[in-house]
């Protein structure tokens, strides 16, 4: 039972709702328009809440960049836990106001939207004593991930301990011997489950998931966490993509296997087995790396992409001018125009020293104003990651004119995807030509391929990696993984799905869950939003392209992969009309708006990796390479 009881809640509903019925004795007998009334009057109230903290996310931006204040001074840190503690106060008690709606008795199709979507709720639907429990559960993770824990082979004289991200993701992505990889995989899991402590946490998490489940009345636990994608059985959806594509992978995982024997000798890769999980990361890790032990298709010197970075320099000159390429991307699409006002006030530089090597930039959203602090560097990524960035904030431009409550997007991840289809577009060759950056508007067949395998590295690898994360979470959430058997449940999904084994014999008294997947267990950053994102992010490029003829099946001059929709007022009408739907509708009824499709499918990837797998089903041929594996069992169950 959520505090204070649905008994409670439910008759102060009556109460207020006797209060307007006496008022207006006319409607004595129309239970929907009261139901209806005292419905806005709750909601009316929230929002009004709402807005208060949406002021204090505005004071703390203002304070923030303000001149002459140190970044992270005191008093914004406070506000910020402020603002996080406010906004669940409100999402808790208003779920538990919005929960004895009667929904089905509301006409308004938008108000019972609302209700819907706000009466129940993930973590925030917690007790505020388990919700702490949560939210520090999260941050012990958090530190798993980030926090300084490792010494690889118990030397930490030199330069204290490493974190995994990003220090020991740094050194892997660096070495050539495979004992290092080794070294460091071990050395991470030996140090964040010492004394079984990420298995206990993770434990303590899944718990915590369970009873936010009971609050909204989900026997199966998992029903919660896939809440807001409101569809019956979500992980089926998402396991049909991976074999949608798996032909693809499999030809992708020969070829590295192929070539993870010739630079590791001593690692254990018959010709017809998995990869070991500790190479499988360094793959990951070095998609855009210059000096990966993986070769391209067209390895020699000729064939390299051609460096843009002393051209970007030139051309864009300073960070600002990456905002307003960006910008204007999305005015030659139609959309918004970002105003002088908007650059003068709302956007605004990080600190030098803020964020890292790889700052992200940050988008605000208190409306009526959105606002912008921006990751001050100037290269290819940062130009691309820009174009994201930009389509966060045209989204919320669009989404703050919708009632509190839908001004979202219509399921998580949804958002990321529309990012997507623009960074896509804005790292194309034809992109690049436009803005004077290459000399040429398509590269050669040679270079296009081996960028096509950057690609596929980053992208097909990371897939299935995303949905074993997050069918394993939800497997032990609903109880399909017993506690004694984790560790082996887990090695079989990373068999099944990826070809991907450990590095020797396991068994399950080990916990080898990767940092991934504790990144993945806060909602806000999950494997099922990262999915989702990657899968329709694609679809939703090649809806664009098509509908913009810069993709046209089968002409050579326009492959999906050199698409750039810059320009497209046609598909501009297609991003415009979703984000301006916000939460109103299924994601289903927005995604179909632009894509004619109600289902994740994996054809936009199968489209744009075409001639990768071309090339790969080919080459495998030649060099006699069986694709697909043939696991041992490397994890013993005792
Ligand atoms: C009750 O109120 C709703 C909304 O105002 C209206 O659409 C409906 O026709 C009313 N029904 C009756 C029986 O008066
Ligand atoms: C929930 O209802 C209580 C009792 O009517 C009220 O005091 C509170 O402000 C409401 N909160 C929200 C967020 O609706
Ligand atoms: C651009 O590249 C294509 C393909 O390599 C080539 O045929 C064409 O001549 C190039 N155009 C220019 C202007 O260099």
Known sequence: MRLPGKGVQLLLFLLLQMELTLGDSSRMSNHTANYEQTTKQILDKA???????????????????????????????????????????????????????PVAELDDPLLRRRVQRMAKLQLQGLRPKDYEQA??????????????????????????????????????????????????????????????????????????????????????????????FDTENFQAEMETVVWEIMPLYRELHAYLRHEVRIAYPKADTKSDGAIPAPVMDQILSQDWYPHQFFRTPHPSKQHQLPSVHRRLEEVLVTPVKINRKAAEFFESLGLNHMSDNFYEKWSRRMKDDEGGPDCKSQVYYFPPDVALRYCPKLDYKKMMQMHGTMAELQYNIYKRQLPFGLDTEPCPGFGAAMAETVILASGTARHLFRLHILLNDSLTEEQSLNRLFRMGVHTLVAVPQYFINDKF??????????????????????????????????????????FKFYRGMNPETSNTKKFLAEILGFQFYRSFCLASG?????DPDFPLHNCDFYDSKEAGKKMRDMMQLGATRHWRDVMEIATGERKLSGRGILEYFAPLFTWLKERNKQLDIEPGWDADELCRKD
């Open 135 to 228: 939210k520090d559960l999260l941050r012990q993770t958090h530190n798993f991930v980030s926090g300084a824990l490792v010494c690889p082979l118990e030397d930490c004289s030199a330069r204290g301990p490493m974190s995994m991200d990003q220090q020991i993701v740094a050194k892997n992505r660096r070495t050539k011997l495979y004992d290092d990889l080794l070294i460091n995989w071990y050395a991470w899991r030996k140090a964040i489950n010492e004394k079984e402590t990420a298995k206990s946490t993770f434990i303590d998490f899944v718990r915590l998931l369970r009873i936010a489940a009971t609050y909204n009345g989900h026997v199966t636990p998992s029903r919660t966490w896939y809440h807001h």
């Open 473 to 514: 979470l939800v497997d032990v959430m609903d109880g399909r993984i017993g506690v004694k058997d984790y560790n082996c449940a887990y090695w079989h999904l990373q068999d099944k799905f990826a070809g991907v084994q450990p590095p020797s014999q396991r068994n399950n008294r080990d916990f080898d869950l990767d």
């Open 47 to 101: 929002t009004a809440r709402m807005r208060t903290i949406w002021d204090l996310k505005r004071r703390i931006f203002l304070q923030l960049t303000a001149k002459g204040k140190s970044p992270l001074g005191g008093q914004a840190l406070n506000g910020k836990q402020e603002v996080e503690s406010e906004t669940y106060r409100l999402q808790y008690e208003l779920a538990a106001n919005l929960s004895v709606v």
């Open 550 to 554: 810069q993709y046209k099946p089968g």
